[in-house]
């Protein structure tokens, strides 16, 4: 059973550019959730999706957006690319009011921005 | 809002020696707690969770963890410690005012001494 895929594995992207990471959630999930970590510090949650629609958002600015599609799976853009925004992004899937059961976490994407 | 405070932002073991890292989380109602696992470059593996019911809980790798409602504490702990150990641990915390997403701690980086 494959887990959660997140594609590409590492970015470079230059200061100002746009940038789009895909998320394929674990089979049987409904609800993608993306987060960034930076360096040496735990994830923060960025937004969550569930029926195709933006459920819940954290404290990211509009310039972090996202979509999900009828399969599930999610992409997360982020426009005006600024050099804070060097992470590693998470996303993890799980069942829609299914908290007890957890949250299962993709490898991530190294995004570089110089 | 809820909060997850991690004591300790490194802490070195000897192998076979016991495990401790500590969590204490605030929450106006009762949470599910978890605590997951990061090596370098991946992303992060669920080592247990605490729901209802008992609040002694296992996980994988050895490891298990205690919820005291009374100290708001969620404690992890190893018996015996082992070289795979070396990683990066987080607890995090959902449900109550963190509904839909996790609060994760700073975490806490673990090394093992020969």
């Known amino acids: 059973d494959a887990g959660v895929t997140q594609s590409p594995t590492h970015l470079i992207k230059t200061r100002g550019q746009q940038v789009t990471l895909r998320c394929s959630p674990k089979?049987?999930?409904?609800?993608v959730s993306w987060y960034q970590q930076a360096l040496g510090q735990g994830p923060q949650f960025i937004f969550q999706?569930?029926?195709?629609?933006?459920?819940q958002r954290g404290n990211f600015p509009d310039r972090f957006s996202g979509h999900q599609f009828p399969n599930y799976s999610s992409e997360l853009n982020v426009n005006a690319l600024l050099l804070g925004d060097s992470a590693l992004y998470l996303c993890?899937?799980?069942?829609?009011?299914?908290?007890?059961?957890?949250?299962?976490f993709g490898s991530g994407t190294r995004l570089t921005v110089v | 809002a809820q909060s997850v405070t991690q004591l300790g932002s490194h802490v070195s073991v000897s192998e076979g020696a016991l495990v401790l890292l500590r969590c204490n989380y605030s929450?106006?109602?009762?949470?599910?707690l978890f605590w997951y696992v990061q090596y370098p470059n991946q992303g992060l593996q669920l080592l247990l969770k605490y729901t209802t019911g008992a609040t002694l809980v296992k996980g994988i790798n050895g490891f298990e963890a205690e919820f005291k409602k009374s100290e708001t504490s969620f404690h992890l702990t190893k018996p015996s410690a082992h070289m795979s150990d070396a990683a990066e641990y987080f607890c995090?915390?959902?449900?109550?005012?963190?509904?839909?997403?996790?609060?994760f701690g700073a975490g806490t980086q673990v090394v093992v001494t020969p």
């Open positions: 929450s106006s109602v009762p949470p599910y």
């Open positions: 993890a899937s799980s069942q829609t009011d299914r908290e007890d059961m957890g949250y299962t």
């Open positions: 999706y569930y029926e195709e629609e933006e459920r």
């Open positions: 089979s049987g999930h409904d609800t």
């Open positions: 995090a915390v959902s449900g109550g005012n963190s509904w839909g997403k996790l609060q």
